[in-house]
């Protein structure tokens, strides 16, 4: 029970590492946005550039790391002092979301010792754990993603993002297709730390050497006793005992010669 119960929160603090894995790793790089770019066709229905529009969302996530310390600000494209709110309270939910995935880090670290008294054994249930917060996860987005996006948007800014929606030309380079495309990417992120869970279980443990007691050397049964005297040095050569067989005695035989 008490491998269980290790297990599910082991799984828990995972899927946070692995959720703030892949924010991370889709906030550095941009290749999803830019296929998103080429197959929602996003530069004919906003009317702008292709390299304007990289641009301009390059700024946006420079604003979203945390070691930024400029204020919001695009390079050419306006923007209302409410779309800037909607984006500092976007930047404040992705700290969470590094906070949450150091936290889960720094408490893997403090179970390393319970992990390795309960056995490997213990990544599988973690694993296993992760993999189905994932698949429901999936499958909420799947039957309905814009409600879903609705109540997270609605928990997270107010009512006020629907008329930031309204105002900002910055929505028309974000359409809804990308946040559809980022949150299976993410969900693909801990499908994979999950994988790597049940990797890690599979993995058998290494054997412990244990080195046999050597046997003490036999002393020399023909060498002679030695006294032992103060100071005397010991001899680092057991003198060898000669042992001499003794050969039989000839014996002469007289023949008594006939007469």
Known sequence: MKRFWLGLVSGLLCMFICIAAGVALLLCCDWLYRADVRLLDVPERSGLSEEFILENYRAAVHYLTPWNDEPFALRGMSWSAMGADYFRQLRICVLCVYILGLLGGIGLLCMHDARRKLGRGLWNISGTVTLCLTAMTGVLLALDFTRALTGFCGAMFGESWKLYEDIDPIVTIFPQSFFIHAAFYILFVCAAG??????????????????????????????????????????????????????????????KEKS
Do not use: C, I, M
């Open 194 to 255: 999950s994988v790597l869970q049940f990797a890690l279980g599979s993995v058998p443990a290494p054997r412990q050497r244990t080195e046999k007691p050597r046997r003490a050397p036999r002393e020399n049964a023909a060498r002679p006793p030695q006294p032992s005297v103060q100071g005397a040095v010991p001899d680092p050569q057991p003198q060898k005992q000669v042992f001499t067989v003794p050969q039989p005695q000839q014996r002469t035989v007289f023949r």
